[in-house]
Each structure stands twice: as structure tokens, then as C-alpha cells.
């Protein structure tokens, strides 16, 4: 079965500070990765998808299939950056997404 | 600005009692889902539908019930059946298989 493993609930981290949110995944095929995030009182929306290899709002996302992981990195972080972060996985050939548990990141002024 | 409607945002009701929350989409997708979020635990899918007349079964399925009657409408039943219904409703939508998928703006049920 497939899984994501988000093991920071709470994150935070002071403004300017470098920011990691973990993501570990649990599956056997060739998976897709996405992260998202709902900022207070928005709608969950996605933040960038590992096929894209881009860059939003200065996050970036590194698959490592040898670690089965998908941090999502930032190297200075923002006040606006706090916001409720989700790391979810699509399956080879699957529509469904399976979410992590949530990592909540507050950055401190 | 359209896209995906959920209502109502928030609902009580009573032990025993079905209830329906609405999910409707303008964005012309064929692919709608309805995930459960609670807290520590993420979001849950409950059941998805790829297309018209059609839809499957999720991870939490148990308790619930949708129809798929029209492209932009997926209506989430909530049985009595549900042990533990209080919680946070999202309704979702993609294009097509593979692509991004988007979220609605949420309902939330207690129900006491």
C-alpha cells in the first residue's frame, strides 16, 4: 500500500531562517509527488508537482527515490510562508492522491 | 470567481441523521473526489469519480454514499452509518487523469 510519512506536525522557524518540511513515501512503483498548501482561510492549492522541477515562491522539492523522500526546502523563509503544508504522492497510472498527515509551519518574526 | 463549490460551509446535525453536502464545478473536469481531513491525520479519500454514472470507492469509504448524475455536480451523502462524521469535507476536481487536481473551499460537519 502506498503511504506518506510527514513527521513534523508543528514546524517553526524565525524569518530569514532556512526552512525543510520532511516528506517520506512509501511505494514500490514510480510514483508522483506533489506538495500543497492551505495558507489561513484559503483553499488547499497546490505548490509544485516533482515533474515540474520548478521553483514556487522559492520553494523547490527534490525526488530521491533512493530515500523514498520529497523535502520540501526554502533558504529563506518569509512571514507569508506560514501555512499548513501537505506532501501527497499519485500513484503510477492512479487519478487519487494520498496526503501526508500535514506539517504546520509558523515563521517567527 | 467559479470553480469549485462547496455549501454549505458549515452544517450541524443531529446523531442518526443522513446528510448531504453539495460539491458542483464550473471548471468542465471529469474527475471529482471528496476527501475527509482531520486533524493529525491528513486527508482521507472517500470516493472519486472519473466520469459521469461513475465513481469508486476510497480509502474510508464506509458510511458514506455519492451519486454522479451530472459532469459538474458530486453530492457526498453522510449516513447515519458514519461512526465518526464530525469532521472537515473537501471536494475536489481534475481535468483528466494526471493532472493537477483542486480543491474546494471546504464544508464542515459536527454532528452532535
Known amino acids: 500500500a502506498q503511504r506518506v510519512t510527514q513527521p513534523e506536525k508543528l514546524l517553526s522557524v524565525f524569518k530569514g531562517a532556512p526552512v525543510e518540511l520532511k516528506c517520506n513515501y512509501s511505494?514500490?512503483?514510480?510514483?508522483?509527488l506533489f506538495w500543497y498548501v492551505q495558507y489561513s482561510r484559503q483553499r488547499l492549492q497546490l505548490l509544485l508537482r516533482?515533474?515540474s522541477r520548478e521553483s514556487i515562491k522559492g520553494f523547490t522539492a527534490d525526488l530521491n527515490k533512493g530515500e523514498t523522500s520529497f523535502h520540501l526546502k526554502k533558504p529563506f523563509a518569509q512571514e507569508e510562508d506560514s501555512a499548513m503544508y501537505y506532501c501527497?504522492?499519485?500513484?503510477?497510472?492512479?487519478?487519487?492522491?494520498?496526503f501526508g498527515q500535514g506539517t504546520r509551519l509558523t515563521i517567527n518574526p | 470567481d467559479g470553480g469549485i463549490t462547496q455549501s454549505p460551509k458549515y452544517l450541524f446535525r443531529k446523531e442518526g441523521q443522513n446528510v448531504t453536502l453539495s460539491c458542483e464545478q464550473n471548471?468542465?473536469?471529469?474527475?471529482m473526489y471528496w476527501y475527509r481531513q482531520d486533524p493529525g491525520q491528513g486527508l482521507r479519500l472517500i470516493y472519486y469519480?472519473?466520469?459521469?454514472?461513475?465513481?469508486q470507492k476510497g480509502d474510508i469509504a464506509e458510511g458514506y454514499s455519492v451519486s454522479r448524475e451530472k459532469k459538474e455536480s458530486f453530492p457526498l451523502t453522510v449516513t447515519s452509518a458514519q461512526k465518526n462524521p464530525t469532521a472537515f469535507y473537501l471536494c475536489?476536481?481534475?481535468?483528466?487523469?494526471?493532472?493537477?487536481?483542486?480543491f474546494g473551499e471546504g464544508s464542515w460537519l459536527t454532528v452532535v
Open positions: 475536489a476536481s481534475s481535468p483528466a487523469p494526471g493532472n493537477t487536481i483542486y
Open positions: 511505494y514500490s512503483g514510480s510514483p508522483e
Open positions: 516533482h515533474i
Open positions: 471548471l468542465n473536469h471529469d474527475a
Open positions: 501527497a504522492l499519485r500513484p503510477q497510472g492512479a487519478q487519487k492522491l494520498v
Open positions: 469519480s472519473q466520469i459521469v454514472n461513475d465513481f
